[in-house]
């Protein structure tokens, strides 16, 4: 059975980039395999974060998770720090990525770029390193993603193919997988840039009011041309719109411009508003039942459980592997 494996890092409100790059992907590739899906608190200590809103946005993820329609009977969900072998392991496998190749990520870059190295953590240098162990751990066939990510799996399967040249087969090669469209959600406000946790006015946010979200796409920024038509150079925002309504209608660019033919952006905004605001109405509903029901704190107890078992195994077999005394 292939196995899937994926996570949310619990900074920041959740976002519709988040819900179509990562969300919707999980839930359509539930039924394919086993699913681990974990929020990834320890990677979210990367910057400054308040320990309430950490504590908060934690369980969050995963009552967002559950609105979405994951199945708790065939998902399994828990939080990073609660599986001890993420921490043990990333210390293990830091001595096979380099100071050059993690110097060089996109997203160290990005986020350290106005820093002084006075204040830069270790943390978000080492990044790359729990998160390839994270993947390790659980022999991850596929890693369902946005494409901002791929960067960190393709370094995974680097360390992989490293560790395995010496050691042996000991860790399973995973690979990326992204939508073919809506891998990359782009903001409102700049279409050039991503949809990021961090950009309130550019954002639409799964906890925003349904008319903060109406109107955020009524005002998105689009061109002077007046065609609905896919083209993501010279028409970055109505593609962007585009894309964000196809991920939730199923419908492919050929068909959307077909509909939207001879009308103008008003309308063809107005209808991309009234999908995004009933999908995200009724994930809000499921969501205020969920954290109410009590199943956050069933589902995660579960998951910790059925993860930890995994993990142990995968720890176990490259301390041995490595040379180190296994407790058994
Ligand atoms: P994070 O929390 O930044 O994002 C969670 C998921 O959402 C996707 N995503 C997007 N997809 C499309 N358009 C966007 N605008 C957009 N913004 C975000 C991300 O690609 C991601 O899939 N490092 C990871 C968390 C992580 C992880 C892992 C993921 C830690 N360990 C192991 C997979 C496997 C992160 O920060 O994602």
């Known amino acids: 059975m292939k196995r899937y494996l994926s996570a949310i890092k619990p900074t920041g409100k959740l976002t519709l980039g988040n819900y179509i790059g990562a969300i919707k992907q999980f839930v359509t590739l539930m039924n394919d395999g086993d699913m681990i899906l974990f929020v990834a608190d320890l990677h979210s200590l990367t910057l400054p974060i308040n320990p309430e809103e950490l504590r908060n946005n934690s369980r969050n993820i995963v009552a967002y998770y559950l609105a979405a329609g994951l199945d708790p009977k065939k998902v399994h969900v828990f939080l990073q720090s609660e599986v001890h072998e993420h921490s043990e392991l990333a210390i293990i496998l830091q001595n096979y990525l380099y100071m050059g190749e993690l110097s060089r990520m996109t997203q160290f870059k990005d986020k350290t770029q106005k820093m002084n190295n006075e204040a830069i953590g270790l943390g978000i240098f080492t990044y790359p390193v729990l998160m390839a162990a994270d993947i390790v751990l659980y022999d991850t066939d596929y890693v369902p993603v946005g494409e901002d990510q791929v960067q960190h799996v393709e370094i995974t399967r680097d360390l992989v193919h490293r560790f395995n040249k010496r050691y042996g087969d000991i860790l399973k090669m995973p690979r990326a997988l992204i939508r073919q469209s809506g891998a990359r959600i782009m903001s409102l406000s700049d279409p050039i840039k991503k949809m990021s946790k961090s950009d309130p006015k550019g954002d639409i946010f799964l906890d925003d009011d349904l008319k903060t979200i109406h109107k955020k796409i009524m005002s998105a920024v689009t061109d002077m041309d007046c065609r609905v038509c896919y083209d993501e150079t010279n028409k970055p925002g109505i593609s962007n719109l585009m894309t964000i309504y196809s991920a939730l209608t199923n419908k492919s660019f050929e068909e959307i411009e077909k509909e939207f033919q001879g009308k103008m952006y008003g309308e063809f905004k107005k209808e991309v508003a009234k999908v995004v605001v009933d999908e995200i109405a009724c994930l809000q ?44």
Not at 294 to 309: H, M, P
């Open 285 to 328: 509903t499921k969501y205020q039942e969920i954290l109410a029901s009590g199943l956050v704190d069933k589902v995660l107890k579960e998951g910790k459980e059925y993860a930890s078992t995994i993990a142990e195994k995968t720890l176990k077999r490259v301390q041995n592997a490595i040379g180190l005394y296994r407790y058994e």
